[in-house]
C-alpha cells in the first residue's frame, strides 16, 4: 500500500488542523492504522491509532481530548482532526499502516508509512 498524507500546516494557538492519508493499493481496510509525529532531534513517536475493524481507537495521553482519528473506507483515507493546538504539537506528522487487527505503539511495528506532513503551531 502506498499513503500520502497531507493537511499540515502553520496555526496560532488553539486553532485547528485536519490530517489526512489517502490510501492506494491493497484493500485499505485490512489495515490497522497509526498517526506518528518527530519533533526536531526527537524520536518518532505514537500519536493515535485505529484497528482495521474500527472498533477501537487509542490516544497518546498528551492528545486525549484534543485529537479524534478516523477513517473513510469508501475514500480510501484516514484522518487526524486535530484541536486546541499546542506549540508543543509542532512536528512532521506521519500515517503509518500495518497488516493485523492489534495495534502498536512502537513505530518499528508499521511496515508502510506516508511522506509526512508539517504540522507547526505558533504561541
Known amino acids: 500500500v502506498q499513503l500520502q498524507a497531507s493537511g499540515g500546516g502553520l496555526v496560532q494557538a488553539g486553532g485547528s488542523l485536519r490530517l489526512s492519508c489517502t490510501a492506494s493499493?491493497?484493500?485499505?481496510?485490512?489495515?490497522?492504522m497509526g498517526w506518528f509525529r518527530q519533533a526536531p532531534g526527537k524520536e518518532r513517536v505514537f500519536v493515535a491509532g485505529?484497528?482495521?475493524?474500527?472498533?477501537?481507537?487509542t490516544y497518546a495521553d498528551s492528545v486525549k481530548g484534543r485529537f479524534t482519528i478516523s477513517r473513510d473506507h469508501a475514500k480510501k483515507t484516514l484522518y487526524l482532526l486535530m484541536n486546541n493546538l499546542k506549540p508543543e504539537d509542532t512536528a512532521v506528522y506521519y500515517c503509518?499502516?500495518?497488516?493485523?487487527?492489534?495495534?502498536?505503539?512502537?513505530?518499528?511495528?508499521?511496515?508502510?508509512w506516508g511522506q509526512g506532513t508539517q504540522v507547526t503551531v505558533s504561541s
Open positions: 503509518a499502516a500495518r497488516d493485523g487487527s492489534f495495534m502498536y505503539h512502537s513505530p518499528t511495528m508499521y511496515i508502510y
Open positions: 485505529i484497528t482495521r475493524s474500527d472498533s477501537s481507537t
Open positions: 493499493g491493497r484493500t485499505f481496510s485490512t489495515y490497522t
